[in-house]
Structure formats: structure tokens, C-alpha cells
T-cell receptor, first 111, second 115 residues
Framework: RKEVEQDPGPFNVPEGATVAFNCTYS??????FFWYRQDCRKEPKLLMS???SGNEDGRFTAQLNRASQYISLLIRDSKLSDSATYLC????????????FGQGTELSVKP | GAVVSQHPSWVICKSGTSVKIECRSL??????MFWYRQFPKQSLMLMAT?????????EQGVEKDKFLINHASLTLSTLTVTSAHPEDSSFYIC???????????FGPGTRLTVL
């Protein structure tokens, strides 16, 4: 079983759509959770950290369920510029700052 | 925010040559740097964790004699791919943190193509 698993993509949606990404992780000792965005042939960029209480940043909402070891990202009113690969990232629990990356879910927003 | 640079941004080399990639933290001191590799359509895979002044810790399956990592100062880590072969062609990305538990700041990556 992969340490971090994401929805297989790609997701093809029209502008304005709401899209949800799901992620599960296997290490119950993980303490930090993130969503990164990666554009083609570029480095990943931090989109948002994910907290147990849930957090929102504009059109983006992230949720964490520790009991189910499940993380989600919701994008509302999607824009063409949201097209990218979204990476679910979890820290390695007792392994210091080590980050474990999911395989990514590709999003393509069409006009 | 913190800035991390990598050099070169891309390199093409012949099989059997060695390639050195530099990772620099430009505006902060990085006690820990991480080296990742990403093959097409795959996610980032951690290769090794590098702490300033000590030997790097390699992930399982990563050959330490093939991927030499040096973290000689708080702002510079280097990855040398020795005797590169076509299967080493990949996107190599470094990240740097102030402390091992701090947010990681990623470099722009180095695309290596071995002919």
C-alpha cells in the first residue's frame, strides 16, 4: 500500500466547476499535512497546509480527518489558471522533516 | 518568502560522465536540505536528507556511491550523479529548511538528460 494515495486523474472540468480531490495516508504518526500544486516541468509550490479544524483560502478549502486518515481539497469556481497537478503531501511522522508525496492528481480546466 | 536556487536548470550529458547539481538557499540558512527525483508522470521521490556538516541519509534503494551529496555550508548542498546513465535522466529537485521540522522551500529543479 502506498504511504499517500490520491484519486487517479486526470480531472477535466469546465470553468466555474467545483472539483474535489481526495487523499488517504497510511502513517498514523504523521503530524503535518499539505496540498502542493505543481505546474508542468516546474517545482511544487505550497498551496496550503491542512489542519484538523479545516481551513479555507479563497476558493480553496482543505479538510483533514485524522480518524480516517483522509485529506481533501475542494476548489470552487475553478479557473483556467487552476490547471495543474495537485499533490497531497504528508510528513513522515517520526522521521523528522521527511515529506511523503502522493502521486498527484492532474486537473485540467477548460473554457 | 525564502528563496532556493538550483544550478544548472537543465543539463544534457553523455553516458558515463558525472554531473554536479547545486542547491542554494539565498536568503536564509538551511540546516537541512532534501534531494528529490521525479520521473515523468510520477510524484517526487525523496532520495536523501542532508544536514549541514554531516553525512547525508539516503532512502532505501538510492545508491550513496552513485549520488554523492555534500552539504558543506548552511547555504549550499550539492548532488553529484556519478557515471550517469540514461536511466538517471530525471527531474532533480532540492528543498531547504531552516530546521528539519520547518516548511520546505523548493528549488526550481534541474532537468538531467543522459544520452
Amino acid at each position: 500500500r502506498k504511504e499517500v494515495e490520491q484519486d487517479p486523474g486526470p480531472f477535466n472540468v469546465p470553468e466555474g466547476a467545483t472539483v474535489a480531490f481526495n487523499c488517504t495516508y497510511s502513517n498514523s504518526a504523521s503530524q503535518s499535512f499539505f496540498w502542493y500544486r505543481q505546474d508542468c516541468r516546474k517545482e511544487p509550490k505550497l498551496l496550503m497546509s491542512v489542519y484538523s479544524s479545516g481551513n479555507e483560502d479563497g476558493r480553496f478549502t482543505a479538510q483533514l480527518n485524522r480518524a480516517s486518515q483522509y485529506i481533501s481539497l475542494l476548489i470552487r469556481d475553478s479557473k483556467l489558471s487552476d490547471s495543474a497537478t495537485y499533490l497531497c503531501v504528508v510528513n513522515g511522522g517520526n522521521q523528522g522533516g521527511k515529506l511523503i508525496f502522493g502521486q498527484g492528481t492532474e486537473l485540467s480546466v477548460k473554457p | 518568502g525564502a528563496v532556493v536556487s538550483q544550478h544548472p536548470s537543465w543539463v544534457i550529458c553523455k553516458s558515463g560522465t558525472s554531473v554536479k547539481i547545486e542547491c542554494r538557499s539565498l536568503d536564509f540558512q538551511a540546516t537541512t536540505m532534501f534531494w528529490y527525483r521525479q520521473f515523468p508522470k510520477q510524484s517526487l521521490m525523496l532520495m536523501a536528507t542532508s544536514n549541514e556538516g554531516s553525512k547525508a541519509t539516503y532512502e532505501q534503494g538510492v545508491e550513496k556511491d552513485k549520488f554523492l551529496i555534500n552539504h558543506a555550508s548552511l547555504t549550499l548542498s550539492t548532488l553529484t550523479v556519478t557515471s550517469a546513465h540514461p536511466e538517471d535522466s530525471s527531474f532533480y529537485i532540492c528543498s531547504a529548511t531552516r530546521t528539519s521540522l520547518d516548511e520546505q522551500f523548493f528549488g526550481p529543479g534541474t532537468r538531467l538528460t543522459v544520452l
